[in-house]
């Protein structure tokens, strides 16, 4: 503590090595951070894409937007060090009191610049996964599904019956399932291992999905399977409608269904 | 807008539609706050300008070279949008003198968070325009 400059607050020196993560997205947390030597990145995470935000370096503060921002405080993005990176870390505890004696205009200003920054941040979310889209190939189906699903998607459990339609080998006896989130480009569906008897989940394998909405509309699709994730007793499948065929109605069904109430 | 806010404004100014308000690399000090109707947030980027940004009533800006120390220049233009703005023009000796006794630790964080704004500002600049 050096009295002399009227800091009465502990600085503590951390030292990262090059890869450990320092901050991250989501957690609580308003610690204040100075870069002494090193170099570290910026990024947020956004439906499992990275969006880098910035490097920073010597001198460079960072966790201050969680500090100054009075309706969170938890963190925005993640930090990691890019190279060997040695921070100096403080509690701003008596900085609270310090910020709420600040001007209200001057706080209002900063409010408002805190969230305009926010803002810029979630559009670089949305541009990442729009760059991600265009570069996906076959391979990046299931990066294509997983940035897409987020729009409009909503959270349901809704009971259904489903059956292979890739493969004629397959015995077509009708399986359960139950969706999990729907949206205009596909599902999440939650199976029982139990089915990977009758037939397998293989991420490019094509379903018929018969379910009700529980507006009471049924609602009759093929879906392909994009992404699978095994869980205890659960296998969730992330599936890509291949057409809503218009003549079922199904497009205006699910735009129904899906509209925002 | 808060009323706090309201007592930093010394004047009111009207643009039409499509009028700069603030140029983009000039010098200047004013910091506004819009009263009534919109403006839009531009740059200057290689392939054009684009707005990066619409402001609305009760929104200030021109905040950017003050928080940052005044050294610097307008980062963006800012141009009024559908039809008339009215804006009101801050006090802006009332917000030096409220930023000056602001403790130095704090001063930091907020030259921080505008460090961020404007890097992150250029970076969505150049993201959009290499599409």
């Known amino acids: 503590m050096s009295k002399d400059t009227g800091q009465t607050r502990k600085k503590k020196a951390l030292r990262y090595e090059k890869g450990e993560l320092i901050i991250k997205q989501g957690d609580y947390g308003i610690s204040i951070y100075k870069i002494v030597s090193g170099e570290v990145k910026i990024f947020r995470t956004f439906n499992g894409v990275e969006v880098p935000l910035a490097n ?4 460079n503060i960072i966790g201050e937007m969680a500090f100054l921002n009075k309706d969170a405080d938890v963190r925005s993005a993640s930090a990691r060090a890019l190279e060997d990176t040695e921070l100096e870390v403080f509690h701003p505890r008596e900085l609270i009191d310090k910020y709420a004696q600040t001007s209200v205009a001057l706080k209002i200003i900063i409010d408002q610049s805190l969230s305009r920054l926010l803002r810029i941040n979630r559009f670089m979310d949305q541009l990442a996964v729009k760059k991600r889209e265009e570069m996906s190939h076959p391979k990046g189906k299931e990066d294509s599904w997983s940035s897409t699903r987020e729009f409009y998607r909503k959270e349901v459990d809704i009971v259904c019956q489903y ?3 890739h493969s004629v080998k397959v015995s077509s006896a009708l399986l359960t399932g139950r969706i999990k989130d729907i949206s205009m480009s596909g599902i999440g569906l939650e199976v029982s291992p139990g089915n990977e008897t009758a037939t397998g989940h293989e991420v490019g394998d094509s379903f018929h ?3 009700v909405l529980p507006n009471g509309q049924e609602l009759n699709v093929t879906a392909e399977i994009v992404s699978v994730k095994k869980q205890p007793g659960k296998i969730r499948l ?4 291949k057409e809503l065929p218009d003549y079922y109605g199904a497009k205006k069904t699910l735009g129904f269904f899906l509209m925002p109430t | ?3 706090a806010l309201h007592s930093y404004i010394v004047e009111e ?3 039409s539609d499509g009028e700069v308000i603030i140029e983009e690399g000039s010098r200047g000090s004013w910091i506004y706050v819009i009263l009534e109707g919109s403006a839009k947030v531009k740059k200057r980027t290689p392939k054009g300008m684009i707005t990066i940004d619409i402001l609305r009533e009760g929104e200030v800006f ?3 070279v003050f928080l940052e120390g005044g ?3 307008r980062s963006a233009s800012i141009i009024a949008a559908e039809g008339q703005v009215r804006v009101g023009l801050l006090d802006t000796q009332r917000l030096i003198d409220d930023y000056e006794a602001v403790p130095s630790e704090l001063k930091t964080l907020i030259a921080s968070l505008m460090l961020k704004l404007r890097n992150t500002t250029s970076k969505v600049c150049s993201i959009i325009v290499a599409k």
């Open chain 2, 62 to 64: 021109g905040e950017m």
């Open chain 2, 13 to 15: 100014t009207t643009y």
């Open chain 2, 1 to 3: 807008m808060h009323p």
């Open chain 1, 56 to 59: 920073l370096g010597r001198g």
């Open chain 1, 209 to 211: 999905i018969d379910a």
């Open chain 1, 163 to 165: 059956k292979p339609a």
């Open chain 2, 71 to 73: 050294k610097s220049p």
């Open chain 1, 238 to 241: 992330g599936m890509q409608f």
